[in-house]
């Protein structure tokens, strides 16, 4: 007699009995469920699992499509699949490289032993279409991590190998395409039919890949510009390359010989003479009177500011700190959202008038009273705090909406100085599977809410997705403003936040639907080596987080 198993759909409700082994895929036909883009992937039991998945006991099944984050990236990694394929069917020899998210697409770091042309980008692109419309089966394998290291190794890829060699994991998993083999370290879709809509095109000296966008499924993310953006990424790989290290598996590799202590060493420094260069053209600036310094959650600003104010200080410049907060208009005259709730990240949250008319009269060399922001009555009082600027003084503001040309719009643009802070993270877990810079701010913020908020890590992801909402409009718009932009990732922090985070997404609870996070983020830490934060300086970035800081915040 057939072995039957019990489904509960929490898309709609219904429990049905499918026999023991039935894949997700099966599971989706028999409940007659209609997704226009999906689906991609699902939750079972609160872990995202891909369609590939077998099901041999009960369990709730949520079915995703590509308006989910999980499945969002699910889709994009079988894009991922499918243009390697196309390449190295294409170009002998070819190395690629998924880079760099940038302009709501991914760059692709294509070698091909030539510059690459806008041919090359069409010919991928349609080489691409053919192998999307001939629906192949993506077949997925379960195998030794022994016998997978032995199959990437005569494939002469390295990156592959050094990651598989350092997980430390009994069993691999990979993924074929008729024949061409990859490894990602999430799921992928069925068949390559299902990827509907991408675009490929010529960017800088590499390639953009295009993906649907998540808001409208059927369009293609828009283009934008951002240059200084993919600047900032670009040295960086400068700074890997002094490292040796554009890879979890070169990390890994230097961790476990012994040379953590020397990557920290030049890594903090790097990123100190980057800070030292953004106070230097500064203080060459003439006339510049206030520094703006914005950045998405958990992106570092805060330390910024104050290494920041540190090296302007080296240049003859006394910084003088200003708090936005202090600028919020009294609580019932803050702009509400869609939900009818006071939105405190809204521009107009702020009392702009108040704001560009004391900036004015201090630049004029005048004296003002500051603000003070009551949270506890929501009411905007006066502080008391008497402040006139001098000439060897510089105002330093930070906040989400420094970058934003409304907040300063009736000062001359010629007395401003900006710099956009974020985690922008550049390592590589090999090189077809990037990191999110996301999951470095999320993470950063679990160990930071609970540290110095009492939040615990299952509010924080809770909350994350509003959060994000907040710098998809008041943020990531305005970032191209800057006058400079500081990366405050480190190649090596993942191994040192490591220990902190995995204790506190252990915490998350099964039964609760951010456990699906939580147990992604595990899963995704399991692939660095420690480094314990005593090899950290009390001055980094990291300290922010970690705690153990020389700034006082």
Known sequence: ???????????????????AGSTLEDIYAKLGLEMKFGPINAHVNNKVEGMHYR?????????????????????????????????????KPCKVAIDIPVSNGYYVNLNIGRPVTIEDAGAIRRKMKEIIDAAIPIHRHET??????????????????????????????????DGYVDYYYGSLLTNTSQLYLFGVEKYFDGLLLRLPSREHPDELGEMTHQDKMFGIFKEHHQWQDILG?????DLNEAILTGRSSQLI???????????SKIADEIAMRKGIKMVLIAGPSSSGKTTTCKRLSVQLAVNGIKPIGISLDDYFLDRDLTPRDEKGEFDFEHLHALNLPLFNEQLNALFRGEEVELPRYDFTSGKSKKSGKKLKLHDDEILVVEGIHALNPEL?????????????????????????????????????????D???????????????SSVRAGENKWIFPYQENADAMFNTAMLFELAVIKSQAETLLEQVPEDCDEYAEAYRLLKFLKYFKPIPETQIPPTSLLREFLGGSSFEY
């Not at 609970?450 to 994350?464: D, F, M, Q």
């Open 1 to 19: 007699m057939e072995q039957m198993v019990k489904i509960l759909c929490r898309n709609n409700g219904a429990t049905i009995d499918v026999p």
């Open 245 to 249: 290290l554009r890879t979890v598996g």
């Open 55 to 91: 099901v041999y006991a009960s369990k709730d099944v949520e079915f995703l499509d590509i308006t989910s984050s999980s499945g969002s990236r699910a889709y994009t990694r079988s894009l991922f699949f499918v243009l390697c394929k196309a390449a190295h069917a294409l170009f």
């Open 144 to 177: 030794s991590t022994q016998e997978a290291i032995q199959l990437f190794d005569s494939l002469h890829n390295r990156s592959k190998v050094k990651l598989l060699k350092s997980t430390g994991k009994l069993y691999t998993i990979y993924y074929d395409i």
């Open 265 to 275: 060493q030049i890594g903090e420094a790097l990123q100190e003479k980057k800070i």
């Open 408 to 448: 300063t719009a009736q000062i001359p643009q010629e007395q401003i100085f900006r710099v956009y802070a974020s985690a922008l993270t550049t390592i590589l877990l090999d090189n077809h599977n990037y990191i999110p810079t996301t999951d470095n701010r999320l993470l950063r913020r679990i160990i930071r």
């Open 450 to 464: 609970h540290k110095y908020r009492g939040v615990s890590a299952l509010e924080t992801i809770r909350r994350w």
